[in-house]
């Protein structure tokens, strides 16, 4: 059972003010944030790497830590990198939450999902717009979430691709209880096509960090999640 989770991408953020705008996210309803790593490698562009990430984590407490003095948020770290394995134990000591690698990037990807583990994190794969959903059908029983792709990876304030919502039906029929992300040019003009393929975890950058109230466009993407998955009768908070 599965309930609507919104991860603003802090891609879209004004960097020179990043804690602030994470906070004020935070407050306006995020439940998670994502975190966009990219090598200039397994993706054409560089964003940040872990002193940012480490530095994030000092002025946003965790989660799940009740006596956290500061706002809290769940550290969905979405690693557009060549060899994933590589990072895994910096970004579970830098306090990521959850490790998302790229099905394309790594050559063992059930070796690494215990490795996320191991030392930690909740396991996520990712894939691309080229790549067949197929490929997770084995891995997902393992994974806490998977990723389907909605934009090239790569870059911020693309255009959705309404094609890729054939993959998040596929998956939320065969694993009603998974948490499915989508992650590319979602705002509320077309969260309730992905709300109603099932996804449940919606990335939105551009569409929150440059919104004029973040909590409008946060509450009408939960919305509109929870009412499909209810109609489904998959939700649960
Ligand atoms: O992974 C990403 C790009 O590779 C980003 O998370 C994604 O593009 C979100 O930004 P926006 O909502 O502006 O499209
Ligand atoms: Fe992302």
Redesign the pocket.
């Known amino acids: 059972m599965v309930h609507a989770i919104v991860a603003p ?1 802090i ?2 953020s004004d960097f020179a003010n990043l804690g602030c705008e994470c906070h004020n996210v935070i407050n306006s309803g995020a439940d998670w944030l ?1 975190i ?1 790593i ?1 090598d200039g490698h397994f ?1 054409p562009n560089m964003s940040l790497g872990q002193p940012v990430v480490e530095s994030l984590r000092k002025v946003i407490g965790k989660y799940n830590d009740p006596d956290a003095k500061l706002p809290r948020a769940f550290f969905d770290c ?1 690693m ?1 990198v060549s060899e994933p394995e590589k990072w895994v134990e910096d970004f579970a000591r830098i306090g990521c939450d959850q490790f998302t690698f790229h099905y394309e990037a790594t050559k063992d990807p059930v070796a690494l999902v215990e490795l996320i583990k191991k030392h930690g994190m909740k396991a996520a794969c990712s894939v691309k717009p080229g790549t067949p959903v197929d490929v997770l059908y084995d891995l997902a029983p393992s994974l806490d979430m998977a990723l389907v ?1 909605t ?8 255009k959705f691709m309404a094609g890729m919502m054939s993959k998040v039906k596929d998956l939320r029929t065969r694993f009603p209880n998974l948490n499915i992300q989508v ?4 705002g509320k003009q077309n969260v309730e096509l992905a709300a109603e393929a099932g996804a449940n975890v919606i ?5 929150v960090f440059r919104a004029e109230d973040p909590s409008d466009v946060i509450g009408f993407m939960k919305t509109a999640v929870n009412g499909a998955l209810e109609t489904k009768g998959l939700y649960h908070e």
């Not at 934009?151 to 693309?158: D, R």
Request: net charge negative.
């Open positions: 991408s891609l879209a994502h966009d990219m993706v979405h557009m792709m934009v090239e990876p790569g870059f911020g304030g693309q992650d590319g040019g979602l990335v939105a950058g551009t569409s």
